[in-house]
């Protein structure tokens, strides 16, 4: 196999369906590694580092929701986990509540059981491609501002600035591209995993308290882009 080819993490406890993808998936050009319960799938994806994972909810130790759950609330320290992973969510539920709460916790896609395997394929490679898109988990500098992903450190004029989890998730996902404007949708998708924006005011909520703590020395981070969202910083 390609030493460079997409690893992928298949949690599914049905052991003939996890055959029967491992030996497909493998035949098609993917690092497959398997895991039959949400335990042993966390240690999976803290080990290997998969670079996406195909999470089945009908686990024998516990709802496989919660995986997705200590995945995207990752602090990227202890556990290495990168909290941007892409995961599929394969269930045989299939009521639109149940995909919307996957989507809510986090899930890049959600395939309800039974699917056709070109299917899952399609979708994988689709996921893979946006994930590719992700800024690269290199320190990212900003004028005097600087974000890196793996320590979670973040320095403004050599001084450490302290925030939460998802206050380092935005900030980082602005970061990216720092004079771009950033859809409030798409924040909320990207940074807290949610199907639609609603009424919230959550990445409000959020962009002020991290305004607030970059507001030493004279450049302006964090820009209300009024109706519209948010940008890291002017052009200069």
Do not use: Q
Not at 93 to 107: I, M
Not at 167 to 173: I, K, T
Not at 192 to 217: E, F, M, P, Q
């Amino acid at each position: 196999m390609d030493p460079a080819a997409p690893s992928l993490l298949l949690i599914e406890d049905d052991d003939a369906t996890r055959a029967f993808l491992a030996e497909n998936l493998s035949a098609d050009g993917f690092g497959v590694a398997t895991a039959g319960a949400a335990g042993e799938g966390m240690r999976a994806i803290e080990v290997r580092k998969p670079d996406l994972v195909l999470l089945d909810l009908g686990l024998p130790d516990r709802n496989g929701l919660t995986v997705l759950d200590r995945v995207r609330s990752a602090d990227g320290l202890a556990s290495r986990i990168d909290p941007g992973l892409p995961v599929i969510v394969l269930s045989g539920r299939v009521d639109e509540a149940d995909r919307v709460r996957g989507f809510v916790r986090g899930a890049d896609d959600y395939l309800p059981k039974p699917f056709s395997y070109s299917e899952l394929l399609g979708r994988i490679r689709a996921v893979l491609r946006r994930a590719s898109g992700r800024p690269l988990r290199g320190v990212l500098r900003v004028g005097e501002l600087t974000v890196d992903p793996v320590t979670r450190a973040v320095r403004l004029a050599g001084e450490r600035v302290d925030l939460s989890a998802k206050e380092f998730a935005l900030l980082h996902a602005l970061a990216g591209d720092p004079t771009r404007v950033y859809l409030k949708n798409d924040l909320l998708r990207d940074v807290w995993g949610y199907a639609s924006i609603g009424a919230t005011r959550t990445v409000d909520a959020h962009a002020c308290r991290l305004r607030k703590k970059l507001s030493r020395g004279g450049r302006t981070y964090v820009t209300n882009v009024r109706g519209v969202g948010y940008r890291l910083t002017d052009p200069l």
